[in-house]
């Protein structure tokens, strides 16, 4: 991590961190290298709202300091894995099918 970063910021690139993150639950993997649907949504939300709130920041636009490096420390209890991912109308309609 330590090497990325660092040829990031010689390139002027912005860099997203992950060092400040508890680890996602085991139930968001299939195997230590894959995640199951839930972990891969989970992972996508918070990852879209921190490049989104980076953006919105300016963060990502100071080629001087390009880490971007938020922390978390408990991962949200998810609505979606008693849904299988899938929305409300749309679980709805997979328990008729079933």
């Known amino acids: 991590m330590t090497k990325a970063r660092n040829d990031s910021h010689e390139r002027g690139i912005p860099f997203l961190s992950t060092e400040g993150l508890v680890p996602l639950p085991p139930t968001a993997y299939v195997d230590q290298a894959h995640m199951q649907i839930s972990g891969s949504i989970q992972f996508s939300t918070w990852l879209g709202r921190?490049?989104?709130?980076?953006?919105?920041?300016?963060?990502?636009?100071?080629?001087?300091?390009?880490?971007?490096?938020?922390?978390?420390?408990?991962?949200?209890?998810?609505?979606?894995?008693?849904?299988?991912?899938?929305?409300?109308?749309?679980?709805?309609?997979?328990?008729?099918?079933?």
């Open 50 to 98: 921190q490049i989104g709130e980076a953006v919105s920041t300016g963060a990502l636009s100071n080629v001087n300091s390009p880490v971007w490096s938020p922390i978390l420390t408990r991962w949200p209890d998810p609505k979606y894995l008693s849904t299988l991912g899938l929305t409300d109308n749309s679980y709805a309609e997979y328990l008729k099918y079933i």
